[in-house]
């Protein structure tokens, strides 16, 4: 059987390349991640590892041509650089790399014959999403290849957390009249989405429309990004977030050693200059949860054992109160991050910024009140727990009144992995709910196109609501002493997230 099972492997895998059913994608990963890939691929006979770009921890950044890009040898970064700069790096040197991979086309392997996927996932989707907890993935038609492009509502483990959640589809293309979107299931849970629609925003050339959490539309002209960032320390951190690009700021080596001593969340503060006269701001910030924060997931649920159903009964309940489902991550502000403002009274939290990722980071727009505000500086700070956030790009901008037209789609058709139309399980929230069980489970959707408004720029948003159910196999009594800490003192729980991480290091190192 096993031999049955590995041909078949090569079987799909040959038609698969052949068929032209690859595209190549880019992805920031820290320098363990990178590690970890590069053992896997090496135990597994894979392709290494193809680096476009690294940055160090001293900040220096390095990028090499895609049609030469670097790799890892004896346990360095080599590569020539686009500037001919010959580089040899130890991975201790490295803070975080661009890495570029092959990946599936979605539903690539249903269009060749019908199989059972999951007993190739681990080859076809790779060996990250194997890890990785979190909702399903949409890829959006270019003209060429389905690219991707957003997964939304991250963290919504059970009904009972539901959530709609707006994502710019930044690759979307019209062709022939239609837009065309995937949406897939590449990890083990079962993913239930309620509602799917787009949103289309025709607005001038010089405007970026970016969503609200709450499907609000901001406008930026011009946004300002901070004159300096720096953490608790007084670091200065300004160079990761004053652009939009592959460098995040993340928890940093000496974050994770301050964590391990007591300081459980990395401080941040950006100050930017206070446009004047201003009572109020938009804020524009691309933030997400780590890919750590998103394994996690699944591993504070184990701790329930064979209790979990439990929990989840109660989060499910319609009879539980709102404030019994802030649950311990929410307190200790795992999956969540308020955003504080220097007000003439003090630090003051303004809005909170939910977690979404972790491989797709998605802009999102909040309206900030400064009446409170003196002087010319604005400062905002954050303190996300260790490990558990990466921020790319923060900036703020007066608010505009500029004249947009919006139109909102529902599915022309939504053909499934087996070929039944389900369209209209996502017309509107209604809790009847598309269910994707397995690893492989796609759907495909068409909106018809209607025309763009002349001399306007065109930016499309889904809205997706749905939940995801992560298929644990929890047997055993539940750890009843780490949950009883968890539940007294939620910064427990970054303390038990800390030495997780640390003992899944120590395992890349055997």
């Known amino acids: 059987m096993f031999k049955k099972v590995i041909s078949l492997i090569t079987l799909v895998s040959f038609l698969l390349c052949n068929l032209g059913c690859y595209y190549t994608s880019e992805r920031t990963l820290s320098m363990w991640r990178i590690k970890e890939r590069h053992r896997l691929n090496t135990t597994n006979n894979k392709k290494p590892v193809k680096i476009l770009g690294i940055i160090t921890h001293d900040k220096t950044e390095y990028s090499f041509p895609k049609e030469n890009p670097a790799q890892i040898i004896d346990s360095m970064i080599k590569g020539t650089t686009i500037d001919s ?14 890495i570029t991979e092959e990946r599936i086309k979605p539903g690539a392997a249903f269009g060749i014959f019908a199989i059972s996927i999951s007993a190739v996932a681990g080859l076809i989707f790779g060996i990250i999403l194997a890890t990785k907890e979190s909702c399903p993935f949409i890829y959006s038609y270019d003209g060429e290849n389905y690219v991707f ?25 019209e062709v022939d009249g239609f837009y065309k979107i995937k949406l897939t299931n590449e990890v083990n849970e079962t993913q239930y989405t309620d509602e799917l629609k787009l949103t289309l925003i025709d607005h001038p050339d010089s405007v970026t429309v970016v969503p609200g959490v709450n499907g609000e539309l901001y406008c930026f002209v011009n946004p300002q990004t901070p004159i300096k960032a720096f953490n608790s320390k007084g670091k200065d951190v300004l160079s990761y ?71 989840y009964a109660k989060m499910n309940s319609m009879d539980t109160l709102d404030q019994d489902k802030q649950s311990w991550a929410d307190k200790a502000q ?5 955003l504080l403002v220097e007000t003439k009274n003090g630090w003051e939290e303004k809005v909170t910024v939910i977690g979404g990722g972790p491989f797709i980071s998605e802009d999102k727009a909040y309206s900030l009140d400064i009446s409170d505000v003196e002087g010319d500086t604005l400062r905002i700070k954050v303190a996300p727990p260790a490990n558990f956030w990466k921020i790319n790009y923060c900036a703020i901008e007066n608010k505009h009144s500029i004249p947009f037209t919006t139109q909102t789609l529902k599915a022309h058709s939504a053909i499934d992995s087996i070929g039944n139309d389900v369209k209209a399980l996502f017309e509107k929230s209604d ?29 499309i948003i889904a809205k997706a609501r749905g939940y995801y159910d992560i298929h644990l196999n929890a047997k055993g009594a539940p750890h009843l002493v780490t949950l009883k800490k968890i539940k007294n003192n939620p910064d427990f729980s970054i303390e038990y997230a800390l030495k997780e991480y640390r003992k899944w290091e120590k395992s890349l190192v055997k």
């Open 149 to 173: 492009d957003a997964e939304p509502y991250g963290g919504a483990i059970c009904e009972g957390l539901t959530r709609t959640e707006w994502c710019t589809l930044e690759n979307l293309k």
């Open 85 to 98: 700069i010959e580089v040899s790096l130890p991975f201790s040197d490295i803070d975080q790399a661009l």
């Open 334 to 338: 795992l999956y969540t991050m308020p």
């Open 241 to 311: 977030i004053d652009r939009k690009d592959w460098i995040y700021w993340h928890s940093s080596k000496e974050d994770m050693v301050s964590a391990e001593q007591g300081e459980l969340r990395n401080e941040l503060i950006l100050e930017f200059a206070k446009p004047r006269n201003a009572d109020s701001v938009t804020l524009l910030l691309n933030a997400c949860t780590t890919l750590w924060g998103s394994q996690m997931l699944r591993k504070f649920l184990m701790l329930a054992g064979n209790k979990v159903d439990k929990w």
């Open 431 to 459: 809790k009847k709910y598309h269910a994707m069980p397995e690893i492989g489970n796609f759907v495909e959707l068409q909106f018809q196109a209607p025309p763009q408004k002349k001399n306007c720029k065109r930016t």
